[in-house]
């Protein structure tokens, strides 16, 4: 009899996929989470649409790509750079005045600056206006995570609403470029640009009258000063440094993928890799946001981080399309449960008072890096050839692993 206990007690049930996947619906039984997760939605669009869109706008008013690219990479350094200032202003007003302010800010400096680039202004107020409107722009991203972490009140469930929101940052990026790409093309090369300026700005505005649900706002007794800036704080740090080197990822495979695909004589098939790539990504963030994984936040993160390295190791086995497609669903597969588990550990380590400013400054380091990885990608095409040049992102990759390992001793004190 105890034989046949043991026996039975191996059986695995697996669940059905309603059961599965049921975490994901009860996120939305929170009150008001329907509202600010579906306006946080639009209003991310921006993200995916303004640095593509400023490049078809200023190529298809000068022909200059170099131009485009730098200007594109002044908004989006100025982004990079003011948005957790934003979210500090946030802990500190409230998200919703905050979010008023910079939503018509965003919306009157993106229109200026596609009015001084259509009309050939010179080119210093190119820059000029597209550092302001990228530094106009809050972190939408941060502002639904923080929102989600103030309505659960459980670690796992958080981790599933983390887990929801990579799933729709992945959406966006995969549907907002195809947008503005048809737009620029079909229309006019503004079209794109200013379609997801006013989708973001809707959306930005919307989000900003939904008070009942933004996280209070702490309040600090008169005459104590308030803490030093999130990014000081260990958590932040490691995490944003970890993510600088998972954005030159990003951002190189961008190119090299582009490069190796004209190289090959199918340009449309970059399209497909790149999108394999966010559709590994989706999968594997719906299926982390609902284990119930073993071990701390810290180990967690560290280990989705070396996995992160290992998997993009493929890329340098890369020597066709054929291969390109399965291997970068693979390494795609590692990108949001790292995402995942390095918000979380922020959002378990920060004060509610600074909780908008460090997740700003994770997303910080990811937007920092795709910038750095797309001049140090297209810099590796050009003196080595696209094949060779997916070194780039195997080797960020692999760096980002090594900064999660080195920072886990300041992570667990």
């Excluded at 600010?36 to 078809?56: D, E, I, Q």
């Excluded at 490069?259 to 594997?284: D, H, M």
């Excluded at 400013?357 to 810099?379: F, N, R, Y």
Aim: proline letters at 5%; a positive charge; charged letters at 10%.
């Amino acid at each position: 009899m105890a034989r046949k206990r043991e026996k039975q007690s191996v059986v695995v049930k697996v669940p059905a996929p309603s059961t599965l996947f049921g975490p994901y619906g009860r996120l939305f039984v929170v009150p008001g989470a329907r509202a600010f997760s579906l306006t946080g939605w639009f209003a991310r669009v921006p993200m995916a649409t303004v640095g593509l869109g400023s490049v078809l706008l200023v190529a298809g008013e000068t022909g200059s790509y170099a131009l485009a690219g730098a200007v594109s990479g002044t908004l989006a350094l100025s982004f990079a750079l003011a948005s957790p200032q934003w979210a500090r202003l946030m802990d500190r007003r409230g998200q919703g005045v905050v979010l008023r302010l910079t939503s018509l800010a965003y919306l009157v400096l993106g229109l200026a600056f596609v009015g001084v680039v259509v009309a050939d202004a010179p080119r210093w107020a190119w820059f000029v206006l597209a550092a302001l409107s990228g530094a106009s722009g809050a972190n939408i991203g941060s502002v639904v995570r923080s929102r989600w972490a103030s309505a659960l009140p459980d670690q796992q469930q958080r981790q599933t609403a983390f887990a929801f929101e990579s799933v729709v940052d992945e959406l966006v990026f995969v549907v907002g470029p195809l947008l503005v790409t048809f737009l620029a093309a079909l229309v006019s090369p503004p079209a794109g640009f200013l379609a997801g300026l006013v989708v973001g700005v809707a959306g930005g505005l919307a989000l900003s009258r939904q008070t009942a649900t933004q996280p209070p706002v702490a309040v600090v007794p008169a005459g104590q000063p308030r803490g030093r800036t999130a990014v000081l704080t260990p958590a932040p740090l490691v995490v944003a440094v970890t993510y600088l080197a998972v954005g030159v990822v990003f951002g190189a495979m961008d190119v090299v993928v582009v490069g190796f695909a004209e190289v090959e004589g199918e340009p449309a098939a970059a399209g497909v890799a790149l999108a394999v790539y966010a559709a590994g990504s989706l999968v594997a963030g719906l299926v982390y946001g609902v284990l119930r994984l073993p071990g701390s936040l810290v180990a967690r993160f560290v280990g989705c981080a070396v996995l992160f390295g290992l998997a993009a190791q493929l890329l340098l086995l890369v020597g066709s399309l054929a291969w390109l497609v399965p291997a970068a669903f693979l390494a795609g597969l590692a990108i949001a449960p790292l995402l995942v588990a390095g918000m979380s550990l922020v959002e378990s380590r920060m004060d509610r008072a600074t909780l908008n400013e460090g997740l700003a400054w994770t997303s910080t380091g990811l937007t920092l890096g795709v910038t750095a990885g797309a001049t140090l990608a297209g810099a590796a095409v050009d003196a080595w050839g696209a094949q060779t040049a997916f070194a780039v992102p195997a080797a960020a990759a692999g760096l980002a692993g090594l900064l999660a390992v080195s920072g886990a001793g300041m992570l667990r004190r």
